[in-house]
């Protein structure tokens, strides 16, 4: 973990805000405590805690929950790596992308068919660098992760993933079913925050028992 304050982007820091005050029912907090358990126990066994969220295509929600996981981690400074990965290789969705960039997020990519997004959140930090890739993709190759499944499909026809520590089913649903409509943006954006205020939650939780 580095060292030095984490700053956030001014625009990102208010969405971040707001985030934090969205409302998490019980229920879904019930589902959320086997995350906040995982890292617990990495950060009182000191150990690595490597995240890995994983959907069909790692194009949407995955993608959205490996960059508000990291951002959280690095806010609440616990150290985290946070990865994302799939079944299947297709592109990380401009949809995505586009409703990062308006929550704040800083982002550039290379290339143009599986385009790799330099997804940054503060001045002295990394990017978190986002492309569809497999779960397997060697850029996640960590000894032990837990696999977070972040759509019920994976989880169904994924029965076995190789590393795997702990296996934790946090399901969102996907806001693909309303790509070319009026809804688009609204539900991405959406998901977004319904994420982003999941895993601070997730984070507050961890850090009140560092």
Known sequence: MDSKPLIL????????????????????????????NFIQSCVQESKACNLNFICTHN??????????????????????????????????????VKSLEKSGFKISLEGSVNPI??????????????????????????????????????????????????????HYADPKEFDGTDLEDLKYDERSMQIASEMFYVFAEVGKWG
């Open 117 to 170: 997004y330099s997804v940054h959140y503060s001045e002295n930090r990394p990017p978190v660098l986002c492309f569809s890739k497999l779960f397997d993709d060697p850029v996640n190759l960590v000894p032990e992760f837990a696999a977070v499944m972040t759509c019920d499909h994976a989880e169904e026809n994924c029965p076995f993933i190789p590393g795997t520590k702990s296996r934790i089913p946090l």
């Open 59 to 96: 194009s949407r929600r995955s993608q959205f929950s490996q960059v508000w996981a990291q951002t959280a981690g690095d806010f609440f400074g616990i150290p985290v790596k946070c990865f994302s990965g799939g079944m299947e290789v297709t592109a990380c969705n401009e949809r995505t």
């Open 9 to 36: 982007f001014p625009e990102l820091a208010q969405t971040v805000e707001k985030a934090r005050h969205l409302p998490i029912s019980e229920d879904r907090k019930e589902v959320l405590q086997p995350l906040i």
